[in-house]
């Protein structure tokens, strides 16, 4: 990883999503426990998802 970037973190906490900006660490808390339907509500909140060196990452709306 280049420096200063963080890995990609998806977690699951009290069973709902959590996505994890991998270059600030900012967190989006999900309401859903459905990956897919997370996915959508960061997308829609302003959160990117791409492929970097293939491997999935997630920004937050300040850092994509």
């Not at 996915?39 to 920004?59: I, M, N, P, T, Y």
Request: a negative charge; hydrophobic letters at 30%; proline letters at 3%.
């Amino acid at each position: 990883l280049p420096s200063g970037r963080l890995r990609m973190t998806i977690a699951r906490q009290r069973g709902k999503i959590v996505f994890q900006c991998d270059d600030c660490g900012a967190e989006y808390d999900t309401l859903t426990d459905d990956f897919r339907d997370g996915l959508d509500d960061a997308k829609s909140d302003g959160w990117a998802a791409r492929q970097v060196d293939g491997e999935w990452q997630h920004f937050c709306p300040d850092c994509k």
